[in-house]
């Protein structure tokens, strides 16, 4: 990558939030001005003033920027009503899908003369009070400067190994309570059929009471997934025994974790995400690995893990 292409990535990185995402979604998705007006309900001029805001942060610090120049103090106005208005949208959103998810309370928005960024910590922040002390404390630390520097001298493997299963614990909690990003959000109302931000589809799992959760809110998505499976699959899945398909249920229907299946159904974290992968193997139609092909992965993959993490031990050091 030429420097000058490095100077403007930097640049765009740290644009706004919904300059950002517009100028993303425009330039990297075709996404086109009269669509993204159209499914945001706003004029284009709006629009338009977004994406030149986003060009002239990009240029103003690079050479060769040309002469134009973003004119803050006439296009400032419609640019942030458009951004009040679509941040009080996406609380309601979150607030909807935290409340279709079981997670009752009320979340502390930050004021809103601070970036739409709090907006996605003080969500996030809501949804991990709700976990265990331990993946708390696991949240606050992967939030501490120079966290990823600090986790190198940490090289002891059970260390990483508890760590980094925490860490994709709070993000799981966090998919399935319904939480996303801003442009994510955003993305999905101006371009859902562009899979932003990975041009891949997916799938994602939903949090839904139990029917024993008396005091939870009812969802208002029905998992149609199971209704339309194809009937071979479903056959498939009625010859398991009986616990793995309710791990099954419960991990992939009611968006429950591992940890959470495992305690419910009392068997150890290990038999629950056994049971769960062959479930997922019985409905696909594949066979199951052999537990010699699965040690072989596993230790293929953890060499791989071990190699790059001796390269950024000796990144940090020569640094």
Aim: aromatic residues 10%; positive net charge; contains cysteine.
């Amino acid at each position: 990558m030429l420097h000058l292409d490095k100077m403007r990535l930097a640049e765009m990185n740290r644009l706004p939030a919904l300059p950002g995402a517009l100028f993303r979604l425009h330039n990297f998705f075709d996404a086109d001005v009269e669509t993204m007006a159209q499914r945001l309900v706003t004029d284009k001029e709006s629009i338009l003033l977004c994406l030149a805001e986003a060009r002239t942060l990009i240029h103003a610090n690079t050479p060769y920027g040309g002469t134009d120049r973003f004119d803050a103090e006439e296009a400032g106005l419609p640019i942030a009503l458009l951004e009040r208005r679509l941040r009080r949208e996406y609380r309601q959103h979150l607030e909807s899908n935290f409340a279709a998810s079981g997670y009752a309370g009320v979340i502390k928005w930050p004021a809103p003369s601070t970036d739409i960024v709090t907006d996605e910590e003080a969500a996030a922040t809501f949804v991990v009070s709700f976990l265990s002390a331990s993946f708390r404390s696991a949240a606050s630390k992967s939030r501490e400067a120079d966290v990823a520097t600090v986790d190198l001298w940490r090289f002891v493997p059970p260390w990483r190994r508890i760590l980094r299963r925490r860490r994709l614990h709070i993000a799981d909690a966090l998919g399935c309570a319904g939480w996303m990003r801003f442009d994510v959000w955003l993305a999905r109302r101006v371009a859902p059929d562009r899979h932003y931000p990975h041009f891949y589809t997916l799938h994602q799992r939903r949090r839904r009471p139990l029917p024993d959760e008396t005091n939870a809110i009812p969802s208002p998505q029905d998992d149609a997934r199971s209704r339309e499976a194809p009937s071979e699959a479903q056959r498939r899945f009625d010859r398991l025994p009986g616990l793995t398909q309710d791990a099954y249920i419960l991990f992939e229907t009611y968006g429950r974790s591992v940890d959470e299946i495992s305690k419910r159904l009392g068997i150890g974290r290990r038999n629950a995400d056994r049971r769960i992968r062959r479930a997922i193997y019985a409905i696909i139609g594949w066979p199951l690995p052999s537990p010699v092909w699965t040690l072989s992965f596993e230790l293929k993959l953890r060499w791989k893990r071990l190699k790059r993490q001796c390269r950024d031990v000796l990144i940090a050091f020569g640094e």
